[in-house]
C-alpha cells in the first residue's frame, strides 16, 4: 500500500527519490516524505497531501545528497496529517526510517518506552519500531543492524523497512517480512523500492528480497542477511518491463489507457501459450504438474476484490469443463476461519500485484497443510509467485490505475487456459468442443479491439447516468461475477453505491428498490439464460425501473426493451465474460470522469493491499 523509495550512489538523491515517488503514487497515500543526509546532517520534510505538495514545500530548501529514503503513506495508525507522514526520526535524531506495514504489538512497546523517558511525536506504530530499534542499539552498544535484528526477533506483524543513520551516512538497511522490496542494481549505485516502477528508468537487473531477509546498501555492495545474521545470495533478475508501460502514453488517465491495451495484454497472455493449429495449449505450470491438476478432488481459489470475481468466473469454467469441486474463498475470511485444507488440495491464488497480504498468509497456512499452490499473478517475481508450487503469469503488465482492468481480464484468460488444458488431459470435454473453445479463445482480442473501436454510445450512457445514487447489476451464470466486478468498478471510480446480483436473486429482495430513479444494468449477453434474463428485465420495467444492458450485438429483443444498449460481439458463454466486461470498465471510467473524479486514485483506496 504504502510506497518506499530509496538511492544510495553518484547521483543527487532527492530528484531520484521524488520521481520514485510519483511512480508509486498510483498505490494510494494521503500524505509523503523524504529523508537526506548530507555531512553527517539528516534532514527531514514530510507534508500532508500529495507528492507535488511535498515539492512546494521543500522549494528553496538544500537537497544536496548522494543518499536517501522517501515514502508515500497510506494512513493505518494516526490520521493523514503531517507529523504521522513518514519518514520518522528518532528520539536522539540520529536515525530516520519509512516503513510499510503494521506492528501489531507496538502498544506494549510503546508503554515500556515512554517508561524509559522516550517521547512520540506522532501517532504512528512506525516511531515506535525506529525507537525500539535506537534503545537496543543504545543498550546492548550493537550495531544498527545487530540492533534492527534483535528489534525484528520482537515485533509481530508485516513490514518493509529503510533505515538510515547520519552517523553512518554510507549505508541504507533494510528488512521486509510481508510487504514487497525490490532492490536495483547499477553502476556504484542502488535503487530500493516497493516495486519495480521507479527502478525501471534507471537499471533493469533486480533483487528481490525475500521475507526476514535484512539488507545492507551501499554505494558499491549489496549484502543479504537472514534474521540468524547468516549471508544470503542475492538473485539477480532481468526486469521484463519497459519504461513507456509506466507511462500514459497519451491517455487522459492510465485507467483508459489500460482498457485500451486489453486486446494486446490478452493477446500477450494467449502468446505462446494458445497454438490454435496444433490444437495445443502449452501452459509449463500445467504440464509440469498435470497429474497432481487433473486428479485433484476439490480446487480452492482464494483472491480479494476484482481477483474474487475472476476466481468466480473460473468456479463455473472449472466445474462445467473439468468437473473438478471448486470453491471460492475471500483471502482475508480463508485464513481465519480454520478452513478444512486437506493434502493434495489444489489452491489457486489470484492477484495482480501478488504481494496481498490476506492471500500470502491464507497460502503459508494452506502450504503447511500440505495443498498444492497454483498461483496466478501479474508481477513477476511476487511473493505470491515465489511462494507457489506452480503456477501462471497474466502477461498484462504494469497496472498503473487503482481499479483493475486490464489485469482482470488477464486473469480470465489465464483460468480459461488453466480450465481447457486439464480438461482436456481428463477427457471430461469432448474434443470438438476443446476446438471449438480454443478458437473462441484466439478470437477475443480481435473481438475486445471492436468494442473499443468507438465508445460514443458508453460515455453518452455515463453522461446520462453519472447523477444516480444507486446501481442495481444483474447477470445469470457465467454472467453474474461480471456484475459484480462492474458494481465494483462502479463503486470504486465514481462513488455511486452499486450492488450485484444474479438475477434471479432479484425478487429475494432487491426488487424493493426498484423505481424510476434506480438504475438496473443487465449483463444479458446470448447464452442458455437468455429466456430468463429477458424475463427479469421485464419485470424492472413494469415496476417503471431504467434497464441498461450489455447485450450481443445480434440481439433485437433486449435492445428494444432496454432503455440504453451496449453492444458486445457474439461468443460462446464459456468466454463472454471476457468482452462482457469492457463495456462495465468503460462506464465506470466515464461516469467518474463526468463527476470530475480521480479515477486513477480514487478516495481511500490502494492498489496493492500489504496490510490487514
Not at 93 to 102: E, F, K, R, Y
Not at 240 to 252: C, N, P, S, V
Not at 593 to 602: E, L, M, Q, R, S
Request: aromatic share 8%.
Amino acid at each position: 500500500m504504502c510506497g518506499i523509495v530509496g538511492y544510495i550512489g553518484p547521483r543527487q538523491a532527492y530528484p531520484v527519490i521524488i520521481k520514485g515517488l510519483k511512480r508509486l503514487e498510483y498505490r494510494g497515500y494521503d500524505s509523503s516524505g523524504v529523508a537526506l543526509i548530507k555531512d553527517n546532517t539528516l534532514k527531514v520534510y514530510k507534508k500532508k497531501g500529495k507528492v507535488a505538495e511535498l515539492e512546494d514545500e521543500v522549494v528553496d530548501k538544500n537537497l544536496d545528497a548522494h543518499i536517501g529514503i522517501g515514502h508515500t503513506r497510506w494512513a493505518t495508525h494516526g490520521e493523514p496529517s503531517d507529523r504521522n507522514a513518514h519518514p520518522h526520526t528518532s528520539n536522539s535524531g540520529d536515525l530516520a526510517m519509512i516503513h510499510n506495514g503494521i506492528i501489531e504489538n507496538y502498544v506494549p512497546i510503546k508503554n515500556d518506552l515512554l517508561k524509559k523517558g522516550y517521547t512520540f511525536s506522532s501517532d504512528t506504530d512506525t516511531e515506535v519500531l525506529l525507537n525500539f530499534i535506537e534503545d537496543i542499539k543504545k543498550n546492548n552498544n550493537s550495531t544498527l543492524e545487530e540492533a534492527l535484528r534483535i528489534a525484528l526477533k520482537r515485533i509481530v506483524g508485516a513490514y518493509c523497512i529503510l533505515l538510515i543513520d547520519k552517523n553512518d551516512p554510507d549505508t541504507i538497511i533494510a528488512a521486509r517480512k510481508g510487504s514487497p522490496l525490490v532492490i536495483g542494481i547499477g553502476k556504484g549505485e542502488h535503487f530500493l523500492a516497493s516495486d519495480a516502477s521507479p527502478i525501471i528508468e534507471y537499471t533493469k537487473e533486480v533483487v528481490y528480497v525475500n521475507d526476514y531477509e535484512i539488507a545492507i546498501v551501499k554505494a558499491d555492495e549489496l549484502i543479504l542477511k537472514n534474521l540468524g545474521n547468516e549471508k544470503q545470495t542475492p538473485f539477480i533478475t532481468k526486469l521484463d518491463m519497459e519504461l513507456a508501460a509506466i507511462e500514459k502514453g497519451g491517455y487522459e488517465h492510465f485507467m483508459l489507457k489500460e482498457i485500451n491495451e486489453q486486446p494486446e495484454t490478452i493477446f500477450d497472455c494467449l502468446r505462446g501459450r494458445l497454438l490454435v493449429g496444433s490444437s495445443q495449449i502449452n501452459l509449463s505450470g500445467i504440464d509440469n504438474n498435470i497429474e497432481i491438476l487433473k486428479n485433484a478432488q476439490r480446487i480452492v481459489m482464494v483472491a480479494c476484490g476484482t481477483s474474487w470475481h475472476a476466481g468466480l468466473v473460473a468456479e463455473y469454467l472449472f466445474e462445467e469443463l473439468c468437473r473438478i469441486p471448486v470453491e471460492v474463498e475471500y483471502a482475508s475470511e480463508f485464513r481465519y476461519r480454520n478452513p478444512i485444507i486437506n493434502r493434495g488440495d489444489i489452491i489457486i491464488a489470484i492477484s495482480q500485484s501478488g504481494e496481498t497480504a490476506d492471500t500470502l498468509v491464507a497460502l503459508e497456512n494452506a502450504k503447511e497443510k500440505g495443498a498444492f499452490i497454483f498461483g496466478v499473478v501479474n508481477a513477476v517475481g511476487s511473493s505470491i509467485a515465489r511462494l507457489s508450487n506452480a503456477g501462471a503469469y497474466t502477461h498484462s503488465g504494469p497496472e498503473i490505475g487503482v481499479a483493475s482492468t486490464k489485469a482482470f481480464t488477464g486473469q480470465l484468460a489465464v483460468l480459461s487456459m488453466i480450465a481447457l488444458k486439464i480438461a482436456h488431459a481428463k477427457g471430461t470435454i469432448t474434443e470438438a468442443r476443446y476446438l471449438e473453445l480454443i478458437k473462441e479463445l484466439e478470437a477475443i482480442p480481435e473481438k475486445v479491439k471492436e468494442i473499443l473501436k468507438d465508445t460514443s454510445n458508453i460515455q453518452r450512457i455515463a453522461e446520462k447516468y453519472k447523477d444516480a445514487t444507486d446501481f442495481l447489476f444483474l447477470g445469470r451464470g457465467y454472467n453474474f461475477p461480471v456484475a459484480l466486478e462492474g458494481a465494483l468498478k462502479l463503486k470504486e471510480v465514481s462513488y455511486i453505491h452499486a450492488e450485484g446480483y444474479p438475477a434471479a436473486e432479484m425478487k429475494h429482495g432487491p426488487i424493493a428498490l426498484v423505481d424510476e430513479n434506480l438504475p438496473v444494468l443487465f449483463v444479458a449477453t446470448k447464452d442458455r439464460y437468455y429466456e430468463k434474463i429477458v424475463s427479469n428485465v421485464q419485470e424492472i420495467k413494469a415496476r417503471k425501473g431504467k434497464v441498461i444492458a450489455v447485450a450481443t450485438a445480434t440481439d433485437t429483443i433486449i435492445p428494444e426493451m432496454a432503455d440504453d444498449t451496449m453492444f458486445v460481439p457474439d461468443a460462446d458463454e464459456v468466454i463472454a465474460p471476457l468482452l462482457s466486461v469492457v463495456p462495465l470498465q468503460l462506464l465506470s471510467y466515464y461516469v467518474g470522469v463526468a463527476k470530475g473524479f480521480d479515477v486513477d486514485k480514487p478516495r481511500n483506496l490502494a492498489k496493492s493491499v500489504t496490510v490487514e
